[in-house]
């Protein structure tokens, strides 16, 4: 992820974000162990609740 990351700023992007389902807890804490630490929405969708992380580069 930290790849992507230097690549995204490369580029000029200012933030990345992330979609993970609530249920997926593994992938929510590597999300946040990597840096993104915003929650920017809550949603519902087919498969049920989901978060959208922010990470600021």
Known sequence: MDFAADEA???????????VDLDNYAAFRLYVEAGF?????????????????????
């Open 37 to 57: 630490d915003s929650i920017v929405y809550v949603g519902e969708d087919e498969d049920g609740r989901f978060l959208k992380l922010l990470r600021r580069l």
């Open 9 to 19: 700023g490369k580029l000029g992007y200012t933030e990345l974000t992330v979609g």
